[in-house]
């Protein structure tokens, strides 16, 4: 079984940066994807951007990509997202997640540990 505990979220004005930070325990070795997945009111969860564990290699959602950028603490299983240039429209819920299968990363349904959520809230 994987933990996940995410922090920094928070209230920020639009063109703002905000850093998520997402710290994994327990049984972590077999972890091939780190993801970020946001959710807002009255829609489903979305891919925002993903991290293969192994090698670093990153993927992002077209609505996230210039703007935020995922990176890892490869020895304390942290995984961060830091997003910049912050739009009203990326007000949500972030979530990490992680998996072990190796294809999908964008795909919700796959992920088997989910940390319990940090909102993100974006004023315009």
């Known amino acids: 079984q994987v933990q996940l505990v995410e922090s920094g979220g928070g209230l920020v004005q639009a063109g703002d940066s905000l850093r998520l930070s997402c710290a994994a325990s327990g049984r972590t070795f077999n972890i091939y994807f780190m993801g970020w997945f946001r959710q807002a009111p009255g829609k489903e969860r979305e891919f925002v951007s993903a991290l293969r564990r192994n090698d670093g290699t990153p993927y992002y959602a077209d609505s996230v990509k210039g703007r935020f950028t995922i990176s890892r603490a490869y020895a304390e299983n942290t995984v961060y997202l830091q997003m910049n240039s912050l739009k009203s429209e990326d007000t949500a819920v972030y979530y990490c997640?992680?998996?072990?299968?190796?294809?999908?990363?964008?795909?919700?349904?796959?992920?088997?540990?989910w940390g319990q959520g940090t909102q993100v809230t974006v004023s315009s």
């Open positions: 997640a992680a998996r072990v299968g190796t294809a999908g990363w964008a795909d919700p349904s796959g992920y088997t540990s």
